[in-house]
């Protein structure tokens, strides 16, 4: 497993996406399925950094439940901590083999609890290529059956295959559910695209009925899935 490195040039560019009316697409479609399965009660969910400190800071009545923790895969400082739910959001496409990062992630969950991975779909490597415009690099992708191309953030990314995933999942004793394909028809709108609130509400909820619909989720430029640890036995 390779460490993710040189992020700096890319960070800005990501927090702008992000607040794009593309960028909130996947994370509004995440957090419905999340919230969908996370129990109403509190949980014990992992965090990552990105801009947390900074909204942490604007959320004083949080401070106490969240802990930040700035560490690679390898060295997660949580010594086999339980969580409710552990995601793991874009980040595996930075990863040459994910088999190891999803066995650490994996030991994390606690029993009934989730383990979320939003990842590169690999299925769909050459869609956003193709409906640009860029036949040629498309072609090139798609008859090659390549793994990996050069994302929004001009870094190549790694893809991977959603059943790949399961697979690595079930391996670690959890039970894959259902995996949802992410941004399938907005994908390649550009950072311009600025709907009014009715037409991306509308946009939303296409994305979502999709989302769990094949042939439309294999196209999804991100694949989520998610698993669960079976509850303990009570005999």
Not at 137 to 156: F, K, M, P
Not at 207 to 224: I, T
Request: charged share 25%.
């Amino acid at each position: 497993m390779d460490a993710v490195t040189g992020f700096d040039s890319v960070g800005a560019a990501y927090a702008a996406h992000s607040d794009s009316a593309r960028g909130r697409l996947w994370h509004d479609l995440v957090e419905r399925r999340l919230l969908g399965e996370l129990p109403a009660t509190p949980v014990r969910t992992a965090t990552v950094l990105a801009a947390a400190a900074d909204r942490l800071a604007a959320r004083p009545e949080l401070t106490d439940r969240i802990r930040l923790v700035n560490a690679g895969f390898e060295s997660l400082p949580l010594d086999g901590e339980p969580f409710d739910a552990v995601c793991c959001h874009g980040v595996l496409m930075y990863l040459d083999h994910p088999g190891e990062a999803v066995a650490r992630l994996a030991r994390l969950v606690a029993a009934g609890g989730l383990l979320s991975i939003l990842a590169k779909n690999r299925r769909a490597i050459g869609v956003r290529e193709a409906f640009v415009g860029d036949s040629e690099t498309a072609r090139r992708l798609i008859v090659s059956g390549a793994d990996r191309s050069v994302g929004n953030l001009g870094r190549e990314t790694r893809g991977d295959d959603p059943d790949a995933l399961d697979r690595l999942t079930a391996e670690q004793g959890l039970s894959p559910q259902p995996w949802q394909g992410v941004r399938i028809f907005h994908d390649h709108f550009d950072h311009t695209w600025a709907p009014d609130p009715a037409a991306y509400t509308a946009a939303l909820e296409l994305e979502w009925a999709a989302s769990s619909r094949s042939p439309f989720r294999d196209m999804g430029h991100l694949v989520h899935t998610w698993a669960r640890r079976p509850e303990r036995s009570r005999s």
